[in-house]
């Protein structure tokens, strides 16, 4: 047996024997779950301008989101992260939150935004049970984050990043995407933002998720061996062994609180250590970021469901939490483990890569 803390300070105890394992031994315990294909930022990597979002009725409800979620705590999954899209537009996504952050067993609850909603969302975010919040930041110039991200405003995420600080969240992780004739002269400046507060910074290479509408990939790509060379001017970097168990590279700078990490993908292959699935807010469980290989959680959820009845739960706004896991969808989730490739092949140019664009994914 293992014991933790749970989000509410209740000491959890749970099997050592993992119930999520792949073919190659890989114990997955951390989930991303994506609430949302929508967002009010249309970031050049990311999205395209003109994007068509899901119809409605193919859309997970905040109530069938709980249950896949409440499914995989059961199965031993410690950390759940929620991401989209941009997971705070989603309309009444506190209800999914707070219900998210009651789960006996959950160690963290974690979420990915844009930072735009956090001036009101940070500090009902916090009291919701969130642990620790990654905020994306690309440029701290006004005229240059509004070209990388078409349509955000500098100053609100900014206001958002202030308001996070002041919530006492375990951690603020940046995020940040380096593109070469966008950024790449601002990883100073953006490292530096991010130590003086006390934050956490990550750098993610661009990855190849569907096709970028205002340039190519190729052209844009930065390595993080790259960004790291140029960190290593300025400030001492010590390795160290923290991870999130996965494809994050972290460093220290001795005497500050920050941590700067790397993710790599690009460049570094972390296959080997991967513990996460995620699930598209379509319900497919996506066993690998940059493979298509899936189960469809969807039509396990909506078995049996009349299509009349369906659409009374997709005008719900709340989230049930007496209901309890069907069997069904927690064989499901065990049976598409076997299904989790070894690894990505983001590197090589004359693989198919994913036609996804992040937005779809869940990033
Ligand atoms: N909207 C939220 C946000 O921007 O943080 C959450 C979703 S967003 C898809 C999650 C992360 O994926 C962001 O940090 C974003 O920078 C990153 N991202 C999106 N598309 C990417 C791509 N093609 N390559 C690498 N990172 C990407
Ligand atoms: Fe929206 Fe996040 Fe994608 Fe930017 S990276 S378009 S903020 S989902």
Same mark, same amino acid.
């Given at each position: ?18 119930? +999520? &394992?792949?073919?190659? #031994? %890989? ?5 991303? *779950?994506?609430? /949302? ?58 209800? +999914? &939150?707070?219900?998210? #952050? %009651? ?5 963290? *609850?974690?979420? /990915? ?73 601002e990883v100073i400046r953006l490292t530096d933002y991010a130590v003086e507060r006390g934050l956490d910074i990550a750098f993610i290479e661009e990855m190849p998720l569907g ?35 996965g494809p994050s590279r972290y460093y220290q700078i001795p005497g500050e609180r920050s941590r700067i990490g790397f993710i790599s993908p690009m460049s570094h292959n972390f ?93």
């Amino acid at each position: 047996m293992s014991t933790h803390i749970d989000t509410h300070n209740h000491v959890v105890t749970t099997p050592v024997q993992p119930k +999520l &394992v792949d073919k190659f #031994g %890989r114990h997955i315990d951390y989930v991303r *779950l994506s609430v /949302t294909d929508r967002c009010d930022f249309r970031c050049v990597y990311c999205m395209t301008e003109e994007m068509t979002f899901l119809p409605r009725k193919d859309v997970l409800t905040l109530e069938e989101i709980y249950q896949v979620g409440r499914a995989f705590t059961e199965l031993g999954v410690s950390r759940l992260r929620l991401t989209g899209g941009e997971p705070l537009v989603r309309n009444n996504v506190m209800a +999914l &939150v707070q219900a998210l #952050g %009651r789960l006996p067993g959950l160690r963290e *609850l974690l979420l /990915t935004t844009n930072g735009a909603q956090l001036v009101q969302m940070a500090g009902p975010l916090r009291d919701a049970g969130v642990n620790r919040i990654n905020i994306s930041i690309d440029s701290l110039d006004a005229d240059r984050f509004k070209r990388i991200t078409r349509t955000g405003r500098l100053d609100k995420v900014l206001a958002g990043i202030e308001a996070a600080r002041n919530c006492n969240f375990d951690r603020i992780r940046l995020n940040t995407v380096i593109m070469k004739g966008y950024n790449d002269d601002e990883v100073i400046r953006l490292t530096d933002y991010a130590v003086e507060r006390g934050l956490d910074i990550a750098f993610i290479e661009e990855m190849p998720l569907g096709q970028a509408s205002d340039h190519l990939r190729e052209d844009t790509v930065c390595s993080n061996d790259w960004v790291l060379e140029q960190i290593q001017q300025r400030y001492t970097l010590q390795s160290t062994s923290d991870s999130t168990a996965g494809p994050s590279r972290y460093y220290q700078i001795p005497g500050e609180r920050s941590r700067i990490g790397f993710i790599s993908p690009m460049s570094h292959n972390f296959c080997g250590d991967c513990n996460r699935v995620r699930m598209t807010v379509e319900g497919r469980l996506l066993l690998c970021l940059g493979n298509e290989h899936s189960a469809d959680l969807r039509k396990i959820l909506r078995a049996g469901i009349d299509e009349n009845t369906r659409k009374d739960e997709l005008a719900q706004l709340e989230v049930s939490e007496d209901l309890p896991v069907s069997g069904e969808l927690k064989t499901a989730i065990i049976a598409a483990m076997d299904l989790k490739p070894e690894r990505h092949h983001f590197y090589e140019n004359d693989y198919a890569q994913p036609v996804r664009l992040m937005n779809m994914t869940g990033g």
